[in-house]
């Protein structure tokens, strides 16, 4: 494309980047199919199918030429896609999910090409990922339905991958495995949700932006304020400088406590201990300036697990998988 697209650059080289500078020229490719895994152990079978990346990664050149932006949502996932799917390959991934994200970005380049209308919006969990934290699938789904969303449409998009990507993963090689994808997923969202937010559209549509989300993280069975995890209030503050940087008016504060589903002390326990972690939460933000009377809270106990984990283990990887589970999610309201 005319512009690197800047998404991955934290995690790993763009695939067009990567591909135009390793891989030689090959012929536009109709049909993107790589050779059976059992033949991808010699230097012209890994050629070959480096070829029919190039070849895809020219097809959407090609669209960019033509006129598609690069911040257009079929054309960033398609790209997404298509770096996903090369991600692994180069991982020496054996299983079907390179060939099955290489075919999800050509249906979407093929529906480019042909001017097809509308292009579709859905992200299958190819080679059966797993379906992995819905509270950010959620977010995403909010964002195809706002005035911003031209602006984010791009970050939505890769984050939609990048979450199937992550449960691919998780079937794979578990919680460790997938856990900085999911980092990238999140950022991606929150990313999308800000830019959401500064989109230059009609004054009567950003008049209400939507909340600004973070997720305060606890140490398990565990609520006082040394035993949240210190990058997680780092989301708290990224909220409030947002707030500022926008010049958005915080109309209010919602807390909503959580639990991982594993039992803790006494009855009921996860149920009181997602209300204190609460508590604990809305006197840091007082300490931060809030207005006490601007904060409100619920706690949820363990009904809302974000991250199931099943068959994790041992105990001290399925307390790590499970973290998400044990957060405050703070919602800040604002309008312009």
């Known amino acids: 494309m005319n512009n690197a697209n800047p998404i991955f650059r934290s995690a790993r080289p763009l695939l067009g980047a990567a591909l135009l500078a390793a891989l ?17 152990i010699t230097d012209e079978a890994i050629h070959a199918d480096h070829a029919t990346y190039e ?26 896609w ?6 692994e390959y180069s991982r020496n991934d054996r299983s ?25 919006t859905d992200t299958p969990l190819v080679n059966n990922a797993k379906y992995l934290r819905d509270d950010l699938w959620q977010r995403l789904r909010v964002l195809h339905g706002t005035p911003g969303f031209a602006c984010a449409a791009q970050q939505v998009a ?19 495995h997938s856990k ?15 830019l959401a937010r500064q989109c230059d559209v009609a004054p009567a549509a950003i008049a209400a932006p939507g909340p600004l989300v973070a997720n305060v993280l606890f140490e398990f069975d565990l609520d006082g304020y040394r035993d949240i995890r210190t990058y997680s209030l780092e989301s708290i503050d990224r909220a409030l400088a ?28 996860n149920q009181a201990l997602s209300e204190r972690r609460a508590r604990t939460v809305r006197e840091l933000l007082i300490g931060r300036g809030l207005d006490p009377a601007t904060i409100r809270y619920e706690y949820r106990g363990d009904t809302q697990q974000v991250q199931q984990c099943d068959g994790v283990r041992p105990r001290a990887t399925l307390l790590e998988c499970l973290l998400p589970n ?8 604002v309008i312009r």
């Open 158 to 176: 890769c984050g939609e991958v990048e979450l199937v990507h992550a449960g691919n993963e998780f079937n794979q090689q578990q919680w460790r």
């Open 82 to 87: 298509l770096d996903v799917s090369f991600h």
């Open 24 to 40: 030689a020229g090959a012929a536009h490719a109709q049909m993107a199919q790589l050779l059976p895994q059992q033949q991808r």
């Open 326 to 333: 044990r957060r405050v999610e703070v919602r800040f309201d």
């Open 55 to 80: 070849a895809t990664q020219r097809r959407i050149q090609a669209l960019n030429d033509g006129g598609r932006p690069i911040r257009d949502y079929h054309l960033s996932k398609a790209q997404c």
């Open 242 to 269: 947002s707030i500022a940087a926008e010049k958005l008016k915080l109309q209010g504060v919602t807390l909503v406590g959580h639990a991982d589903r594993l039992q803790g002390r006494g009855f009921d326990a």
């Open 180 to 194: 900085p994808y999911i980092q990238i997923a999140e950022e991606l969202v929150n990313d999308a949700e800000a």
């Open 96 to 120: 079907d999910f390179p060939q099955a994200a290489l075919g999800e970005s050509e249906r979407l380049i093929i529906g480019m090409e042909q001017g097809a209308s509308p292009l579709p």
